[in-house]
C-alpha cells in the first residue's frame, strides 16, 4: 500500500479557532466541492506559520463563507489569519494506479478566494515510467 495526495488546500488562510468543540476542521463546501473533500474524511493539516502537523476530520460550513476553522484540540496549533496547507490522501495497492489518478489543488488569496485551480498528474515518459506534471485548470499557468 502506497498512501498519496488526492486533493489538496494550499495556503487557505484560517478563519477561526474553536476550543470548545468536539474536533475537527470546518471549511466552506464549495470550495471541499472543487477539491474532492468529503465531510468526515480524514486530512492532514500544516500550519505555514509555525510548522505544526495535524490530523483531524472535516465537517462543512455554511457554504460561500470561503471558511477554515479549527475546532476542538486543533484549535490550539493554528491562530486566525494563519496559512495552512489542508491535504486529503488515498491509498493505492499498486504504483501503476498513479497514473490514474489526477489531485485537484486549490491555492488562495488572503481572503481565501481561489487563486489556482491546478492537477497533478503521473505519467509515464521516455526517460521516467513515473514522471510528473502540474496542470493548471484556471488561474495562473502551472
Known sequence: MMEVVRSKLHGIHVTGC??????SITLDPVICRQAD???LEFVYIWNKNNGQRIATYVIYGEPGSRCCVLNGAAARCCQKGDQVI???SEYLGDRKE???????ILTFDRDNNVVDHLQYEVFPSQENPYDFRITALSGTPA
Open 37 to 39: 473533500i468529503y465531510p
Open 98 to 104: 498513479l497514473h490514474t489518478l489526477r489531485p485537484q
Open 86 to 88: 489542508v491535504c486529503a
Open 18 to 23: 474553536e476550543l470548545e468543540y468536539h474536533g
